[in-house]
């Protein structure tokens, strides 16, 4: 599964107060009611993300974009800032010896 069907995937089902809304896919080629939207949301470049209020007008500017963000609740965002950096965490070396076990003891 990619990417984009990955963050499709985690649909915000509880209610949260704040909203993260991520840029997935190009401003180009669409409709210029669209590319409005999405300047009144502040986003302008693909994968970046912003924190809006959970508002029905914030709501409705979404429910227009929809195919063109990824919509994710705090504790969502959260998780997956987590697992990111978590990924990204300094990992021990692997060490590997490539002696015979009888040749390392004399």
Not at 12 to 25: F, M
Request: glycine letters at 2%; a positive charge.
């Amino acid at each position: 599964m990619n990417a984009f069907k990955a963050f499709k995937a985690q649909v915000p089902i509880a209610w949260s107060p704040h909203l993260y809304i991520t840029l997935v896919r190009g401003i180009p080629g669409t409709r210029r009611l669209h590319r409005r939207t999405l300047e009144a949301l502040r986003l302008r470049k693909c994968n970046r993300t912003v924190m809006r209020w959970n508002t029905p007008t914030v709501r409705g500017m979404l429910q227009q974009v929809k195919r063109l963000v990824v919509i994710e609740t705090e504790e969502m965002y959260k998780a997956r800032k987590q697992n990111d950096v978590n990924h990204r965490a300094v990992r021990p070396p692997l060490v590997i010896n490539h002696l015979p076990d009888s040749a390392s003891c004399s």
